[in-house]
């Protein structure tokens, strides 16, 4: 499965945390994060991070193209819904995307540790035919 990562600054320590906590999950998955993100979660997982730019220079939308070409099968994106910096991406036209394409989306630890969860146990595994349908279409 293909697992996508955002963290607002303020969540970016959680999201080290998260990964750390559920290492022996996600490293059984391809992930994808926003630049600074991806870079956080190497540095203290040893997971390999495929990264995007940083959210405000192109990152969201390269996440966001991914959801619409249905490349993505997750995406946990830990916001602060009460301060967000000016340079830091407004990721709700990812949050759009995935409600318009299906795509399971976590946007705080409760649900993001629900998510991972779900992958381990292969709650996600009809994304595969998701995916099947429409390569075939």
Not at 63 to 86: C, T, V, W
Not at 94 to 113: F, M, Q, S, Y
Not at 116 to 123: N, S, V, Y
Request: charged letters at 25%; one cysteine or more; hydrophobic letters at 40%.
């Amino acid at each position: 499965m293909n697992i996508g990562f955002v963290a607002h600054d303020n969540k970016k320590k959680l999201m080290q945390n998260l990964c750390i906590a559920y290492r022996g999950i996600l490293c059984k998955h391809t992930l994808f994060a926003t630049g600074t993100t991806g870079r956080l979660i190497e540095e203290v997982t040893n997971l390999t991070v495929h990264k995007f730019l940083a959210g405000h220079l192109g990152g969201e939308q390269q996440l966001g193209s991914q959801i619409e070409h249905n490349m993505m099968d997750a995406i946990i994106f830990l916001r602060d819904p009460l301060y967000k910096k000016s340079h830091e991406p407004e990721l709700s036209n990812v949050i759009k995307l995935c409600d318009v394409h299906n795509i399971p989306v976590a946007t705080n630890l409760a649900t993001a540790e629900l998510l991972i969860k779900a992958l381990e146990r292969g709650d996600l595994e009809w994304r595969e035919v998701v995916k099947s349908t429409n390569q075939e279409e």
